[in-house]
């Protein structure tokens, strides 16, 4: 690694320290500012740490090598997050922002009770525990790669100990304003990285082919013939089910997708609640919607742009055994000195921005949506070995925890997983869609009482792992954005079915009382 690349590295750190320490100091000092910043972000910075929190390393790396692969199609998928957002911030965001909320989960307590509330909190944390152990542990490898190619070989724990810390020293420092301002920053910095990398190929630059010469201009003719430039996938009767990039894949369950990640996922909801007006809300989630197309873009037209400076070239020609190895190989292989080391720090900043992001929302939802005692408990713990408890050692010591309780986490996956990336993205699909049934529930239908939508919730959770574990074990392909969709059915068949059955138990003795005595 050039020592500039190093520079750079240090620099970046020390600049997030300052960054952390000035917002610290801002701080109110209380569980609610914590957790909620007291209500009072920007929206503007609010709408870059959504964009931030949604996507991380993995995203970063993989756009590029799909659109190598597969062309710009990921911008399809940000057309239906644009519509799911639209819908959010008409439906879901004026109960939120009027009733002063910190937990998502709060409404489905308010309409079904704490027993509901808990039930949704505790599916979100354990979808969170296990996705975020595995985008720790997927997204450590390609640091590792990046270093180790760079000629700063690091072991995989050592990346992996190095990024929990840190991002602990400042998520527990700062609280939620933190973690916010941080995640403006680092994406600023992955922002600016993919811009100019898009621009340094477009001048050819890169070492890879001249993108203005002759060859070139015939290589984009090949592209627009090959479907790279298209937005979606042609549907045929082959891949309905399993590709997420057809029309109405994207579109559709693209949208219902972001409704469930954006309106009932406390990870994004919380964010969102610190915005300081229900518009100031609205802003900052549309926003969001624009941005993360502008990233989907130009990480999409990058994947594209190699592909016609390498001819079309086959990954594997140059030992590259996954397209997700693309965008690290261009890095090292490509860039100047000092932007290469920008961009190792934009890779460290999305895996960062989404870690640090989950253990505040984590914290949050174990304290706000279990009632006072885990803050009890806390406090006694804390009393039982002669530390006294502050307005911030409750929520600072959750962070903590959820912060070793991730590490093991990864660590299991470590032993025992060969298909962590796989496993990853299919695990937000398994409650995504039960808990956007529940809230629809309590949005539009009224009728429906709180034993049929638990049962309904518990019953949709179950048939959707069953899903996912028969199709895995049958080889059977179903696109992610079907997974939400599919989710919702469930819950709505199995909630009504309860209602069904327990009003068929209810009018039986009814009956019985209205038969007329024999003597």
Same mark, same amino acid.
């Given at each position: 690694?050039?020592?500039?690349?190093?520079?750079?590295?240090?620099?970046?750190?020390?600049?997030?320290?300052?960054?952390?320490?000035?917002?610290?100091?801002?701080?109110?000092?209380?569980?609610?500012?914590?957790?909620?910043?007291?209500?009072?972000?920007?929206?503007?910075?609010?709408?870059?740490?959504?964009?931030?929190?949604?996507?991380?390393?993995?995203?970063?790396?993989?756009?590029?090598?799909?659109?190598?692969?597969?062309?710009?199609?990921?911008?399809?998928?940000?057309?239906?997050?644009?519509?799911?957002?639209?819908?959010?911030?008409?439906?879901?965001?004026?109960?939120?922002?009027?009733?002063?909320?910190?937990?998502?989960?709060?409404?489905?307590?308010?309409?079904?009770?704490?027993?509901?509330?808990?039930?949704?909190?505790?599916?979100?944390?354990?979808?969170?525990?296990?996705?975020?152990?595995?985008?720790?542990?997927?997204?450590?490898?390609?640091?590792?790669?990046?270093?180790?190619?760079?000629?700063?070989?690091?072991?995989?724990?050592?990346?992996?100990?190095?990024?929990?810390?840190?991002?602990?020293?400042?998520?527990?420092?700062?609280?939620?304003?933190?973690?916010?301002?941080?995640?403006?920053?680092?994406?600023?910095?992955?922002? $600016?990285?993919?811009?100019?990398?898009?621009?340094?190929?477009?001048?050819?630059?890169?070492?890879?082919?001249?993108?203005?010469?002759?060859?070139?201009?015939?290589?984009?003719?090949?592209?627009?013939?090959?479907?790279?430039?298209?937005?979606?996938?042609?549907?045929?009767?082959?891949?309905?089910?399993?590709?997420?990039?057809?029309?109405?894949?994207?579109?559709?369950?693209?949208?219902?997708?972001?409704?469930?990640?954006?309106?009932?996922?406390?990870?994004?909801?919380?964010?969102?609640?610190?915005?300081?007006?229900?518009?100031?809300?609205?802003?900052?989630?549309?926003?969001?919607?624009?941005?993360?197309?502008?990233?989907?873009?130009?990480?999409?037209?990058?994947?594209?742009?190699?592909?016609?400076?390498?001819?079309?070239?086959?990954?594997?020609?140059?030992?590259?055994?996954?397209?997700?190895?693309?965008?690290?190989?261009?890095?090292?292989?490509?860039?100047?000195?000092?932007?290469?080391?920008?961009?190792?720090?934009?890779?460290?900043?999305?895996?960062?921005?989404?870690?640090?992001?989950?253990?505040?929302?984590?914290?949050?939802?174990?304290?706000?949506? $279990?009632?006072?005692?885990?803050?009890?408990?806390?406090?006694?713990?804390?009393?039982?070995?002669?530390?006294?408890?502050?307005?911030?050692?409750?929520?600072?010591?959750?962070?903590?925890?959820?912060?070793?309780?991730?590490?093991?986490?990864?660590?299991?996956?470590?032993?025992?997983?060969?298909?962590?990336?796989?496993?990853?993205?299919?695990?937000?699909?398994?409650?995504?869609?039960?808990?956007?049934?529940?809230?629809?529930?309590?949005?539009?239908?009224?009728?429906?009482?709180?034993?049929?939508?638990?049962?309904?919730?518990?019953?949709?959770?179950?048939?959707?792992?069953?899903?996912?574990?028969?199709?895995?074990?049958?080889?059977?392909?179903?696109?992610?954005?079907?997974?939400?969709?599919?989710?919702?059915? $469930?819950?709505?068949?199995?909630?009504?079915?309860?209602?069904?059955?327990?009003?068929?138990?209810?009018?039986?003795?009814?009956?019985?009382?209205?038969?007329?005595?024999?003597?």
């Amino acid at each position: 690694m050039h020592p500039l690349d190093r520079l750079v590295i240090l620099l970046y750190f020390a600049g997030l320290c300052f960054l952390v320490w000035r917002v610290s100091r801002r701080s109110a000092g209380s569980s609610r500012d914590f957790l909620s910043a007291h209500h009072d972000l920007p929206w503007w910075a609010l709408c870059l740490s959504l964009v931030a929190t949604e996507t991380s390393t993995l995203t970063f790396i993989s756009i590029p090598g799909i659109g190598y692969t597969q062309g710009m199609v990921f911008l399809g998928i940000a057309g239906g997050y644009f519509i799911g957002r639209g819908l959010v911030a008409l439906w879901f965001l004026p109960r939120y922002v009027e009733g002063s909320m910190t937990s998502a989960y709060t409404v489905l307590g308010a309409r079904y009770g704490a027993p509901m509330q808990r039930l949704a909190s505790g599916a979100f944390l354990v979808t969170r525990f296990m996705a975020e152990s595995i985008r720790l542990l997927a997204g450590a490898l390609p640091i590792v790669w990046l270093f180790t190619q760079s000629g700063l070989p690091v072991g995989r724990w050592s990346v992996l100990s190095a990024i929990l810390v840190f991002t602990l020293f400042y998520t527990i420092l700062g609280g939620l304003r933190a973690v916010v301002w941080s995640d403006a920053i680092q994406l600023g910095i992955y922002g $600016f990285g993919a811009v100019f990398c898009v621009v340094y190929v477009w001048l050819g630059m890169a070492g890879h082919g001249a993108p203005g010469s002759g060859a070139a201009g015939q290589g984009w003719s090949m592209a627009v013939q090959s479907g790279k430039l298209a937005v979606f996938h042609p549907l045929t009767a082959q891949n309905w089910l399993g590709d997420p990039f057809t029309l109405a894949a994207s579109l559709f369950g693209g949208a219902v997708l972001s409704i469930a990640s954006h309106g009932t996922d406390q990870l994004m909801v919380q964010r969102i609640l610190a915005a300081r007006s229900l518009r100031e809300a609205r802003m900052a989630l549309i926003g969001s919607a624009v941005v993360v197309a502008a990233l989907f873009g130009l990480l999409s037209l990058l994947g594209v742009q190699l592909w016609v400076a390498r001819a079309g070239r086959s990954l594997a020609a140059d030992h590259m055994m996954s397209s997700d190895a693309l965008f690290p190989h261009f890095m090292i292989e490509a860039l100047p000195a000092g932007i290469a080391g920008l961009l190792i720090a934009g890779v460290l900043s999305a895996t960062m921005g989404s870690l640090s992001s989950t253990l505040n929302a984590m914290a949050g939802a174990s304290l706000t949506d $279990f009632g006072p005692r885990p803050r009890r408990w806390i406090e006694q713990a804390m009393q039982h070995i002669g530390y006294r408890p502050g307005p911030l050692s409750a929520p600072r010591f959750m962070t903590l925890l959820w912060g070793a309780v991730l590490l093991v986490g990864a660590a299991l996956f470590t032993m025992g997983s060969k298909s962590a990336v796989v496993l990853g993205l299919t695990i937000a699909g398994w409650s995504y869609g039960p808990t956007l049934g529940a809230f629809l529930c309590a949005l539009f239908l009224p009728g429906l009482r709180a034993r049929a939508v638990m049962a309904g919730y518990v019953a949709s959770l179950a048939c959707m792992a069953l899903v996912l574990i028969v199709g895995q074990l049958r080889g059977v392909a179903i696109a992610f954005s079907w997974l939400v969709p599919l989710g919702i059915l $469930f819950h709505l068949g199995a909630a009504g079915l309860y209602r069904a059955l327990a009003g068929q138990r209810a009018a039986r003795p009814e009956a019985a009382s209205q038969e007329p005595q024999r003597d």
